[in-house]
């Protein structure tokens, strides 16, 4: 117990001896984890909306014209057994066309017409997109599936904008992840500079490397949690008040992702890192006096 009081107070008292150090330390951990939390708040609602839209793409299945309502609804167990396919919903000819006539501005001009014209299909919703170029070829393949149309295009325009958010979300958060750890570094290697000839001589009569390095393990541990802290607050008001100004507008159709389903994940990752950041930022900086 004295041992800890001991890094407790050194490890505050280096802080206020270095206050505006120590400050810059913390606005920077808050901007780093700030832009962190922001890009990793993009990529998880930019996952959510096309997840959304994913679930709304389908493949266009066409029965053999051949087949009577009732054995083209008898297809329906077969497609639920094609690989990737999550469910499927039958469409009558009637239905097809009254579709196709509900599009049309002078719809009344096709009265006339008779359902027979068009063909009963399914509407396959597919479990990965993805795969749809794979899935459309296992389609064709089932007796009495005469045509497939998938909007493959579509699909990999989905696929490709997902993994173009996440790499570049990933990249900078490492990035950041490294600044934080550098700046952090630094604060506690002045502090370590100031304090040298103290280190050499607890160094000298016989201190442990860990005795050493106490002090300002809780210095960095203490401005890593303040700035996690604080930045999770600044974060937790920016997301409400961005989200609040898109539900006003007219991009308020979007399934924007409540700030109550990050909170949990968001505090943890930002209590994490800032930790992380104080333990490898205080290890940096005190290297080179373990050598002593």
Same mark, same amino acid.
């Given at each position: 117990?004295?041992? =800890?009081?001991?890094?407790?107070?050194?490890?505050?008292?280096?802080?206020?001896?270095?206050?505006?150090?120590?400050?810059?330390?913390?606005?920077?951990?808050?901007?780093?984890?700030?832009?962190?939390?922001?890009?990793?708040?993009?990529?998880?609602?930019?996952?959510?909306?096309?997840?959304?839209?994913?679930?709304?793409?389908?493949?266009?299945?066409?029965?053999?014209? +051949?087949?009577?309502?009732?054995?083209?609804?008898?297809?329906?167990?077969?497609?639920?057994?094609?690989?990737?396919?999550?469910?499927?919903?039958?469409?009558?000819?009637?239905?097809? =066309?009254?579709?196709?006539?509900?599009?049309?501005?002078?719809?009344?001009?096709?009265?006339?017409?008779?359902?027979?014209?068009?063909?009963? &299909?399914?509407?396959?919703?597919?479990?990965?997109?993805?795969?749809?170029?794979?899935?459309?070829?296992?389609?064709?393949?089932?007796?009495?599936?005469?045509?497939?149309?998938?909007?493959?295009?579509?699909?990999?325009?989905?696929?490709?904008?997902?993994?173009?958010?996440?790499?570049?979300?990933?990249?900078?958060?490492?990035?950041?992840?490294?600044?934080?750890?550098?700046?952090?570094?630094?604060?506690?290697?002045?502090?370590?500079?100031?304090? &040298? +000839?103290?280190?050499?001589?607890? &160094?000298?009569?016989?201190?442990?490397?860990?005795?050493?390095?106490?002090?300002?393990?809780?210095?960095?541990?203490?401005?890593?949690?303040?700035?996690? =802290?604080?930045?999770?607050?600044?974060?937790?008001?920016?997301?409400?008040?961005?989200?609040?100004?898109?539900?006003?507008?007219?991009?308020?159709?979007?399934?924007?992702?409540?700030?109550?389903?990050?909170?949990?994940?968001?505090?943890?990752?930002?209590?994490?890192?800032?930790?992380?950041?104080?333990?490898?930022? +205080?290890?940096?900086?005190?290297?080179?006096?373990?050598?002593?």
């Amino acid at each position: 117990m004295n041992r =800890l009081g001991y890094y407790i107070r050194e490890g505050v008292d280096s802080i206020f001896n270095h206050g505006l150090i120590s400050f810059a330390t913390i606005c920077v951990i808050v901007a780093c984890l700030l832009i962190m939390g922001s890009f990793a708040s993009v990529a998880w609602n930019v996952n959510q909306i096309i997840g959304s839209l994913e679930d709304q793409v389908s493949i266009l299945a066409f029965v053999d014209d +051949s087949w009577t309502e009732t054995e083209a609804r008898s297809l329906e167990q077969q497609l639920l057994a094609v690989d990737n396919v999550a469910g499927v919903q039958f469409v009558t000819r009637a239905q097809a =066309l009254e579709e196709y006539l509900g599009q049309l501005e002078y719809s009344e001009l096709f009265d006339e017409v008779e359902p027979e014209i068009l063909r009963d &299909r399914y509407l396959v919703y597919l479990k990965d997109i993805s795969l749809m170029a794979g899935t459309q070829n296992r389609l064709k393949d089932v007796p009495g599936i005469a045509r497939v149309n998938a909007h493959l295009g579509i699909a990999q325009g989905m696929v490709a904008v997902r993994r173009v958010v996440n790499v570049v979300s990933v990249v900078m958060i490492l990035l950041l992840l490294v600044v934080s750890v550098f700046i952090m570094a630094n604060t506690l290697r002045l502090a370590a500079f100031t304090r &040298r +000839s103290e280190v050499a001589i607890v &160094r000298m009569i016989g201190a442990t490397n860990s005795f050493i390095r106490g002090p300002f393990n809780v210095e960095g541990m203490i401005l890593g949690l303040t700035g996690a =802290l604080i930045a999770f607050l600044a974060q937790w008001l920016l997301y409400t008040t961005v989200t609040g100004r898109i539900a006003a507008s007219s991009l308020s159709f979007l399934d924007i992702v409540p700030f109550s389903a990050l909170l949990l994940p968001m505090l943890a990752c930002f209590l994490i890192i800032g930790l992380l950041v104080a333990i490898f930022g +205080s290890r940096i900086a005190i290297r080179n006096y373990m050598r002593i």
